[in-house]
T-cell receptor, first 114, second 111 residues
Framework: KAGVTQTPRYLIKTRGQQVTLSCSPISGHRSVSWYQQTPGQGLQFLFEYFSETQRNKGNFPGRFSGRQFSNSRSEMNVSTLELGDSALYLC?????????????FGPGTRLTVL | GQQVMQIPQYQHVQEGEDFTTYCNSSTTLSNIQWYKQRPGGHPVFLIQLVKSGEVKKQKRLTFQFGEAKKNSSLHITATQTTDVGTYFCAGRKTSGSRLTFGEGTQLTVNP
């Protein structure tokens, strides 16, 4: 069974630009969550999607948005990039939303904002 | 909002010593999960605890969920160099709420 895949793996952007990150969950998984990880920080929750609906949202500005498609693939968009947006963005999938499902993480997209 | 705190932030041990990381939530949790992230890698699920006072073991790792379901711990007996990484706890306030991660404990093991 293929794991969670994220593209691209590395990305360099400049301030003010926008970026779209992609996540393909494990086959059969319907829930996708996004996290931001910076050095010394834990995993900061961005949002969770289940069956194309946003189920939960973290405390990030409106520049961060996401969506999920009917095949459960998800995209995350960050507009008007700031230097502080440099981070590892992790996507995690699970079979369903909430309850007792373990999350399977992808390798992440390393975003650098110059 | 819900907060999950983990201590210590860093722990350096000699190979063979024991290691414990503690996780405390500001609210009662419906369940708690533990993940391990190796250097340069991504978090990998270790275990889930659901019941009050639950204790689970995986070889040298022992996981506990507090009676009040507000705290948890991970204890590693006789650490090995393969135990190096950051250990995260993560909990949900209710079954439908988001999974909130602690800041993690970074473990280094000197051979």
């Amino acid at each position: 069974k293929a794991g969670v895949t994220q593209t691209p793996r590395y990305l360099i952007k400049t301030r003010g630009q926008q970026v779209t990150l992609s996540c393909s969950p494990i086959s059969g998984h319907r829930s996708v969550s996004w996290y931001q990880q910076t050095p010394g920080q834990g995993l900061q929750f961005l949002f969770e999607y289940f069956s194309e609906t946003q189920r939960n949202k973290g405390n990030f500005p409106g520049r961060f948005s996401g969506r999920q498609f009917s095949n459960s693939r998800s995209e995350m968009n960050v507009s008007t990039l700031e230097l502080g947006d440099s981070a590892l963005y992790l996507c995690a999938s699970s079979r369903t939303s909430g309850t007792y499902n373990e999350q399977f993480f992808g390798p992440g997209t390393r975003l650098t904002v110059l | 909002g819900q907060q999950v705190m983990q201590i210590p932030q860093y722990q350096h041990v000699q190979e063979g010593e024991d290691f414990t990381t503690y996780c405390n939530s500001s609210t009662t949790l419906s369940n708690i999960q533990w993940y391990k992230q190796r250097p340069g890698g991504h978090p990998v699920f270790l275990i889930q605890l659901v019941k009050s006072g639950e204790v689970k073991k995986q070889k040298r790792l022992t996981f506990q969920f507090g009676e009040a379901k507000k705290n948890s711990s991970l204890h590693i007996t006789a650490t090995q160099t393969t135990d190096v990484g950051t250990y995260f706890c993560a909990g949900r306030k209710t079954s439908g709420s988001r999974l909130t991660f602690g800041e993690g404990t970074q473990l280094t093991v000197n051979p």
